[in-house]
């Protein structure tokens, strides 16, 4: 749903400001980087709060995304590019909370 309020801002908007946000916060809540030990342990305590915050922002970010319209082919396959990006983390961390609560219901 979007609702064109009439107001237009021009802004320069860089998609790996968005692109590589994500992928730090994967890779780090995954430990497929190089982490201190207590970075370790805290993300593994804290998996599904982490995990539970990932989503919110996944889908606070959608929010912000539907509302910008690209003013170029170009622009908009990469704004394209951005939302599939957010879709997939998005899904990422509800997986990760479903693992989470089967495992829980296994142990």
Known sequence: M????GTKIPVSFDPGSVTS???????ATDMKMPLRDDFKIHFMKNRRKLL??????????????AGMTATDDAGAAELAKVRAELDAFSQWAKDGLRELSELAQKG
């Open 2 to 5: 979007s609702i064109d309020s």
């Open 21 to 27: 946000a994500i992928q730090l916060w994967r890779d």
């Open 52 to 65: 539970d915050g990932f989503e919110r922002t996944a889908n606070a970010m959608s929010i912000v995304l």
